[in-house]
């Protein structure tokens, strides 16, 4: 999946729990992306950062946190406050010309129990 | 605000027949446009995209796709169908020279079935 690692690949939480996922990135890309992935939604954009130190809310950002300390790193935080977490979630990168093509990593499958 | 739409949640066709997935979008300026497939529990891989130039796009694994400026369509297709073909197709516009943001916006999907 091109470069970009996701961990865990499965994820479980129980209801109230924060939980972070991972999203790291080799391909020396400067923009970051975070969707979620519901049956018969397509994707939607949660957060994206389109360089370091700097992020911006998608369409769908309550309940969710991110940081980007790092060029190559851009973990998301489920918090407690959303409400339907259960979800796969896919995080992208790109070079940030706005010409090229976003690179995906394998995705998390998130699941509340 | 820019937006796609796929209308068909699902195409089916028989191996060897050509196919055809469809695709619409709106956009204040002009659009990049993209093709992208996903296999089960898998992340998206891109197939291919339409930046400027030739209305009629090639991509990997003998997918093509045609621009209409006039129809707003950018419908993916390939002369042949594999059934390794099957999987779900997502087409996805970035607006450039309007006021939308950066990101991507995805159409919903269509799962293509390709039957021996």
């Known amino acids: 999946d091109g470069g970009i690692t996701q961990s865990p690949k499965y994820l479980f939480r129980k209801e109230g729990q924060n939980v972070t996922l991972s999203c790291e990135q080799n391909?020396?890309?400067?923009?970051m992306y975070w969707y979620r992935q519901d049956p018969g939604q397509g994707l939607r954009l949660i957060y994206y950062?389109?360089?370091?130190?700097?992020?911006q809310k998608g369409d769908i950002a309550e309940g969710y946190s991110v940081s980007r300390e790092k060029k190559e790193s851009f973990p998301l935080t489920v918090t407690s406050a959303q409400k339907n977490p259960t979800a796969f979630y896919l995080c992208?990168?790109?070079?940030?010309?706005?010409?090229?093509?976003?690179?995906f990593g394998p995705g998390t499958r998130l699941t509340v129990l | 605000a820019q937006s796609v739409a796929q209308p068909e949640d699902q195409v089916n066709v028989a191996e060897g027949n050509p196919l055809t997935v469809k695709c619409t979008y709106s956009?204040?300026?002009?659009?990049?446009l993209f093709w992208y497939v996903q296999y089960p529990n898998r992340g998206l891989q891109f197939l291919l995209k339409?930046?400027?130039?030739?209305?009629l796009v090639k991509g990997s694994y003998g997918f093509e796709a045609e621009f209409n400026k006039s129809q707003t369509s950018f419908h993916l297709k390939k002369p042949s169908a594999l059934v390794s073909d099957s999987a779900l197709y997502f087409c996805?516009?970035?607006?450039?020279?309007?006021?939308?943001?950066?990101?991507?916006?995805f159409g919903s999907g269509t799962r293509l079935q390709v039957q021996p």
């Open positions: 391909l020396n890309h400067d923009a």
């Open positions: 339409y930046i400027t130039g030739d209305n």
């Open positions: 950062s389109q360089i370091v130190n700097d992020f």
């Open positions: 996805a516009v970035r607006d450039i020279g309007g006021t939308g943001r950066r990101a991507l916006t």
């Open positions: 992208a990168s790109e070079t940030g010309t706005g010409y090229n093509e976003q690179f």
């Open positions: 956009v204040s300026g002009n659009p990049y």
